[in-house]
């Protein structure tokens, strides 16, 4: 089987690099879809296979947010785990967005929920890397034992990410010292495409830094929010890509999946049209 990042590589080649975010909110699904549910996991679960079919042309990455799913408890969970074997089972790349972060034994259970086939079978997951080097390794070691990857929390495009990133930290900022560790850690995993399963998390919100990353970080993928909804641009996430058109997946969750009024009859036409209109633009 082929490593993650070659993986990865395979399906931007062949669809792009638009990543379709899953992050559903009961309010702003179709209205006829939830009315028709017998319950709101289950049309949580219904949307995503439907977006599914509509996005399949034009993203070959989806990344489904745990906490939508698990706010409904084991119903919930239950839904996310049926959504993340349906996307593997249509060929998608799946990211498990749950920004698991913890030590020991207790990251080792969090890495063997990800990736294991019993359990989300997710081929990648984001982490955390807060608590330091031991807390990451668990998840490096479970994710390359699976043939998955990560995506380490790094320069994130939420407006109070500086708090802490922005530290200096020995005449730099804090997320260069991420970004270095993540250098390492990705280091042992490079894959023929030239890229590893270690990647890191850098918003387009942030574009000065995504340049600055991409040439400090030539061999990780990035996995790129902040696109769209959230006021990033197609020019912003240019510099996030290598030469080869490789580098990084850009995400897209509002913008691509509720670009519709949940009253809208056409809301399939317009999932279709948002996330044609994102790969061309990111291609």
């Known amino acids: 089987m082929p490593t993650f ?47 599914f079919d509509l996005i399949e042309p034009y993203a070959g990455v989806v990344k489904p947010q745990a906490a939508f799913f698990e706010q409904y408890g084991a119903a919930g969970l239950a839904a996310m785990g049926r959504v993340l074997h349906a996307a593997r089972e249509r060929g998608f790349v799946t990211i498990l967005d749950a920004k698991r972060g913890d030590i020991a034994s207790t990251a080792a259970a969090y890495a063997e929920a990800a990736f294991s086939p019993a359990v989300w079978h ?8 807060y608590l330091g080097a031991d807390a990451v390794e668990p998840f490096v070691s479970a994710a390359v034992a699976a043939g998955g990857g990560l995506f380490v929390l790094v320069r994130t495009s939420n407006p109070g990410g500086g708090l802490f ?64 909804a959230q006021g990033g641009t197609a020019a912003d996430v240019r510099a996030a890509f290598r030469p080869d058109g490789l580098g990084a997946v850009v995400n897209s969750s509002r913008g691509v999946t509720f670009p519709f009024h949940p009253s809208d009859v056409q809301w399939e036409a ?4 948002a996330a044609r209109a994102a790969r061309a633009e990111l291609r």
Request: hydrophobic share 50%.
């Open 165 to 228: 990133q922005n530290l200096q930290c020995d005449g730099r900022p804090l997320y260069r010292a991420v970004g270095d560790a993540v250098a390492s850690w990705n280091a042992p995993t490079v894959g023929e495409c030239g890229l590893g399963a270690v990647g890191a998390v850098v918003g387009a919100t942030h574009p000065r830094e995504l340049a600055e990353l991409r040439a400090a970080l030539p061999d990780v993928w990035f996995l790129v929010p902040g696109y769209g």
């Open 5 to 51: 990042p070659d993986r990865l590589a395979d399906a931007v080649r062949r669809r792009g690099p638009l990543c379709v975010g899953l992050d559903p909110r009961a309010e702003s699904l179709p209205a006829a879809l939830l009315a028709s549910a017998e319950s709101v996991p289950a049309a949580f679960e219904a949307f995503a296979l439907k977006v």
């Open 122 to 129: 997710a081929d990648a997951l984001t982490v955390n890397p």
């Open 270 to 273: 317009k999932v279709v049209a």
